[in-house]
C-alpha cells in the first residue's frame, strides 16, 4: 500500500492511497472461490463449474465484492499511518472507476476525503472589553407585581337578583357541535370560565351570555372568522349549547396591610411587602445585568477569533437546533405535515447561522479551559446533582439514575460545570465598565428567576373549548 497525505484545508484532509496488485489479486482469488462453492451454473453441478465460467459469469458482482473486501481494511490502515481522527465516515473516489480491473493485474488508486478537527488557534481572551448595564428599577413595576398578587387572591362572590352583566364571569358546561361537520367530535368543556367582556374571550361569547343566570340553558352560534387565531376554529361555523352552571363576580382583597400579612410569607406589612419586591427586582436586575455582560463577552469571543470549522460539526448542531424547534411547534399544536418545505428550508439556513456560532463558541471555551487549567473535582459534581434533586424534591442518588439512564447525563453536568468555569475565567481577565442602561432586547434571561407575575387562576378546561373563547 502506498499512501500520501494532503491538507485541502485546516478541517479537511486527502489520502492518496494506492493498494498494492498482489493484495487485490488476493482477495479476487479468495471471493471467486466462494462463488463457484455457491454458484448455480447452467450444465454444471452446484460447486463444479469452472472458476473462469464463474468468473465471467458473475464478473460484476465479483468486483463488487472484491473491492469492499479490500478497500475498508487499507482506507483504515491508510488513516491510521497519517494519524488522523475523522469526525464523520470518509468519503472516497476510485480513480478511473468504469475501468478499474480486480483481477490483480493492477493496483487499485482511490482518493479518501477525511474531515478531521482543525488546530484550534490561541484565542484573544484577555482584556475582553464589555458594559454591563442595569436595568433601574421603577417603582410602577413592584405596583404592577402587587396588583398582580392581590389578583391572585380573588374570588368569585355569585351575584343574587339579576343576571349576568359585563364584568361578571359565568360558569358553564359547554358543548358545541360543527355546523358543516355533524359528525365531527364535539367541542367540549365543564366549569368552564367566561370573564364577559374579557380581553382574551371571543366577542360572540360575551354577547350571547350576557343576561343568562344560574340554571338556565342557552343556545347560540358562532360563526368564526378565516383569520381566527385557532387553526381548528378558523372559518368554521359552531353550535354551542351552555349549561349554566353560576354567575358571579371577581372581588379583590383590600390592599393594606392586614392582606400583606396574610399572605404567610413574613411581611410585617404594606410596606414591607414593597420593600421586599423591589428587592427582588433589584436582585434580577443585577442577575439579569451578569447574564448580559457573559453573554456580550462570548459574542465578542466569537467575532474576534475566526477559524475554519468542520462541516459535520455544523451540520450536526443545526440539525438538533431544527428538531428542538419542530419540538416546540409540535407542543404548540402546530400538524408539521402542513408546514411549507420552504419555511423549513429558511429555518434550517437561519439553524446552521446560529449552528456554527454555537459550535465555534463550545470549541473556543473548551480552548480557554485548557489554557486556564479548568478543572471540576467530583464535588462540584455532586453539588450540581444535588442542587437538581432539591429542585425535583427526589434524593440525590434517584437524580444520578435517572442521568446515567439518559446516557451521558452526569458527563453533560460536568461539562456544563467545565464550560461556565470558562466563562467565570474570561470575565475575570475582561475589561468590565459600568453603564447606563440602554433599554434594548440583548442577551438571553438570566439564571436567577425573576420575581413571577401570578395569573389569576381559571378553572380547568378541554384544549378545543379554550380555542373556542
Do not use: C
Not at 497519517?82 to 480486480?102: G, I, M, S, T
Not at 434533586?389 to 427526589?394: E, L, P
Not at 381559571?458 to 378545543?464: I, L
Amino acid at each position: 500500500m502506498k499512501s500520501e497525505l494532503k491538507e485541502i484545508s485546516p478541517t479537511q484532509r486527502e489520502i492518496h492511497l494506492e493498494i498494492d496488485a498482489d493484495v487485490v489479486k488476493a482477495a479476487y482469488g479468495k471471493v471467486s472461490q466462494k462463488y463457484v462453492k455457491r454458484a448455480n451454473v447452467p450444465g454444471f453441478r452446484k460447486g463444479f463449474a469452472p472458476l473462469d465460467v464463474v468468473r465471467m459469469r458473475f464478473s460484476e458482482e465479483i468486483k463488487s465484492e472484491v473491492l469492499q473486501e479490500v478497500i475498508p481494511g487499507q482506507v483504515t490502515a491508510a488513516i491510521q499511518e497519517h494519524d488522523l481522527h475523522p469526525l464523520a465516515e470518509p468519503h472516497l473516489h476510485l480513480e478511473d472507476q468504469e475501468n478499474v480491473k480486480v483481477n490483480g493485474s493492477q493496483s487499485i488508486k482511490l482518493h479518501v476525503h477525511v474531515e478531521v478537527m482543525p488546530e484550534i488557534p490561541t484565542p484573544k481572551y484577555k482584556g475582553i472589553e464589555v458594559t454591563r448595564r442595569v436595568k433601574p428599577v421603577a417603582d410602577g413595576e413592584v405596583e404592577d407585581l402587587i396588583a398582580e398578587r392581590i389578583q391572585k387572591e380573588a374570588a368569585l362572590i355569585p351575584v343574587e337578583g339579576r343576571k349576568s352583566k359585563i364584568g361578571d364571569t359565568v360558569i358553564a358546561d359547554l358543548e358545541g357541535v360543527f355546523a358543516d361537520e355533524p359528525d365531527a367530535d364535539p367541542i367540549k368543556a365543564d366549569d368552564l370560565e367566561v370573564e364577559l367582556g374579557g380581553e382574551h374571550i371571543e366577542v360572540s361569547f360575551t354577547e350571547n351570555l350576557v343576561g343568562v343566570e344560574a340554571d338556565e340553558e342557552k343556545e347560540f352560534t358562532v360563526a368564526y372568522p378565516e383569520t381566527f387565531s385557532s387553526e381548528a376554529l378558523a372559518g368554521k361555523t359552531v353550535h354551542y349549547k351552555a349549561k349554566i352552571k353560576s354567575v358571579g363576580r371577581s372581588e379583590v382583597p383590600e390592599l393594606n396591610d392586614a392582606w400583606a400579612k396574610s399572605l404567610d410569607e413574613g411581611y410585617k406589612s404594606l410596606a414591607d411587602l414593597r420593600k421586599k419586591l423591589k428587592a427582588d427586582l433589584i436582585k434580577y436586575a443585577e442577575s439579569d445585568a451578569d447574564a448580559r455582560l457573559r453573554n456580550n463577552a462570548i459574542a465578542k469571543l466569537i467575532e474576534d477569533n475566526s477559524f475554519e470549522i468542520p462541516g459535520v460539526l455544523i451540520e450536526n448542531q443545526a440539525r438538533n437546533l431544527l428538531n428542538n424547534f419542530a419540538q416546540d411547534l409540535q407542543q404548540r399544536g402546530v400538524d408539521l405535515n402542513k408546514v411549507e418545505s420552504q419555511f423549513i428550508e429558511m429555518a434550517y439556513s437561519n439553524m446552521r447561522t446560529q449552528a456554527e456560532r454555537d459550535v465555534r463558541g463550545a470549541l473556543l471555551l473548551d480552548k480557554v479551559a485548557e489554557l486556564e487549567k479548568v478543572e471540576v473535582s467530583e464535588d462540584e459534581v455532586n453539588e450540581e446533582i444535588q442542587k437538581l434533586a432539591d429542585y425535583y424534591r427526589a434524593s440525590a442518588e434517584e437524580i444520578r439514575n435517572s442521568l446515567e439512564k439518559q446516557g451521558g447525563g452526569v458527563e453533560n453536568i460536568r461539562n456544563n460545570l467545565k464550560t461556565r468555569k470558562s466563562i467565570e475565567a474570561i470575565i475575570a481577565k475582561a475589561k468590565v465598565t459600568e453603564g447606563e442602561w440602554i433599554d434594548e432586547s440583548v442577551g438571553q434571561p438570566s439564571s436567577e428567576e425573576k420575581p413571577k407575575k401570578v395569573a389569576k387562576k381559571k378553572a380547568p378546561a378541554k384544549k378545543a373549548a379554550k380555542k373556542a373563547e
